[in-house]
């Protein structure tokens, strides 16, 4: 039996396998798949890895041994998170995709960990987050897509639907699928991320999802490891070793590279200035803090 304190607080630690709930998640299994085949063949892509029920628990109720309310079953797909947020970066440039690898500017990475944590609270429209829990099967993160959506008739294919019942949402967030189904930019309050973890233990949280999906660099950066990518095609074979590669390009700060030039045109220039009067002069220059403020 599973300890309830051990499951994510989206879940039901307890669900009810005899009837379907708004917000249950279903396995593509194969007789569900034989339905879809017939009836909704898009949704057999891969990329649909599963679907969560959107019509409303007190429609889908069976008593004593009778059809449901509804006359349909509607359906969300659902996506893996990784795919979703790989789509959703670099269709709002803050990512850009290059040889399998998703690159995003370091002045970009605040956008990013901004739309992740929307993500995590389901306060990003039109979509309804998952996130894994081992304990009941869920390995990774999913988003349910709320507006794809398909139906199918309670009549014949209720039993087939909750065959395929795999995991149950807490009521609380039941209701907040039900505010979101109902109205798509409506917000209900529900159990967050913040009343769970510390801001410190949220932000790493975040910071973790961010490096584990992105490669985060400098544009001078992202530029030198896509020249590396052109040229030498799959020398990285992890997304560790071409952040490992990234971390280990040194770029200088657009105030040192005019420093550089500085003391390059001193020494060259001033051939009979004595080498100590040169070198007080480089400090002198240096140490113009406003020199430092205007270049950046």
Not at 57 to 82: E, F, H, M, W
Request: hydrophobic share 35%; net charge neutral; charged share 30%.
């Amino acid at each position: 039996m599973i300890n309830g304190s051990s499951v994510h607080f989206t879940y039901n630690v307890n669900p009810d396998m005899k009837s379907l709930c708004q917000g249950d998640l279903l396995e593509k299994t194969d007789d569900l798949a034989a339905v879809l085949k017939d009836v909704h063949p898009y949704f057999l892509r891969d990329d649909y890895k599963c679907f969560m029920v959107l019509s409303q628990s007190c429609d889908l109720v069976r008593r004593n041994g009778s059809q449901c309310k509804t006359p349909y079953i509607t359906l969300a797909a659902v996506r893996d998170y990784q795919d979703f947020l790989e789509k959703t970066l670099v269709a709002n440039h803050y990512a850009e995709k290059h040889n399998g690898f998703l690159l995003v500017e370091e002045k970009t990475k605040n956008k990013v960990s901004q739309l992740i944590e929307r993500v995590y609270n389901n306060n990003e429209n039109d979509y309804f987050f998952l996130y894994k829990e081992n304990n009941l099967g869920l390995s990774k993160s999913l988003v349910v897509y709320l507006k794809v959506s398909i139906a199918l008739k309670s009549r014949l294919h209720y039993d087939t639907c909750l065959h395929a019942k795999r995991l149950e949402l807490s009521d609380e967030f039941k209701a907040k699928l039900g505010w979101l189904v109902g109205n798509m930019y409506s917000r209900v309050g529900t159990t967050d991320w913040d009343s769970k973890l510390t801001q410190q233990m949220k932000n790493k949280m975040i910071e973790d999802d961010v490096i584990s999906n992105c490669i985060i660099g400098t544009k001078e950066q992202l530029k030198k490891l896509k020249q590396e990518l052109n040229e030498r095609g799959d020398i990285f074979s992890s997304h560790q070793e071409a952040m490992e590669f990234v971390s280990s390009i040194e770029i200088k700060s657009k105030y040192e590279q005019v420093m550089d030039l500085i003391e390059l045109v001193i020494n060259d220039t001033g051939k009979k200035i004595d080498p100590k009067d040169k070198e007080k002069l480089i400090n002198a220059i240096k140490s113009r803090k406003k020199i430092q403020q205007l270049i950046g």
